[in-house]
């Protein structure tokens, strides 16, 4: 059975500073600070905590595995993911569901938050034992850089343009190649001189 706290408030903040956000939460402030830094928290151009959002992306991050209260551990132990459940669920109860649309757009937001923060776990920590990893995430990010380039000679029906562009980006992760041998090689390979 899932314990509940009597303490829920019965209106939730819009933005609350951090303090005021830990209490809500039944948490020490530091807990709080620590998800701001983390970004797990959202907070506004005046460091106030971004209740909905906040509450919303903790749901999202947190490990059910934790957050419990004492010894109990996971969902329905009284911790923070049911605290946070809870005063989401108190913070809009009649309020109108957003379109589909903007759900949609709301979570895109929330898994791009959560693939940025991934990206930066890998950064920092796992692509400098995995070269491979490494390229393949330094070509999606080329890719991503020369997309516009990319989609309109695909657009265009243009393959050449569309091949020379991958050339120039392989060339340089794969080969390690400089610009000025990517310029000397790309007319001997494409034009045939």
Request: charged share 30%; proline share 4%.
């Amino acid at each position: 059975m899932q314990k509940t706290n009597e303490n829920t408030p019965d209106t939730v903040p819009e933005r609350c500073t951090k303090a005021e956000f830990a209490r809500l939460l039944g948490v020490d402030a530091a807990n709080v600070s620590r998800w701001a830094s983390a970004k797990r928290v959202e907070v506004d151009d005046a460091g106030r905590v971004l209740v909905r959002p906040s509450l919303t992306r903790l749901l999202l991050t947190t490990d059910p595995s934790r957050g419990g209260r004492g010894s109990v551990r996971g969902e329905g132990s009284g911790g923070t993911i049911d605290r946070a459940r809870a005063l989401l669920e108190r913070s809009a109860p009649g309020a109108v569901p957003a379109s589909r649309l903007e759900r949609l757009e709301s979570q895109l937001a929330e898994a791009l938050a959560q693939l940025e923060i991934e990206r930066e776990f890998r950064r920092k920590w796992c692509y400098h034992h995995d070269d491979e990893a490494k390229m393949r995430a330094d070509l999606v990010d080329s890719m991503r850089g020369k997309w516009a380039e990319l989609s309109a000679a695909m657009a265009a029906g243009d393959a050449d343009a569309f091949d020379r562009v991958i050339f120039r980006i392989e060339a340089r992760i794969y080969s390690g190649m400089s610009p000025e041998e990517i310029a000397a090689a790309e007319p001997e390979l494409f034009d045939g001189t």
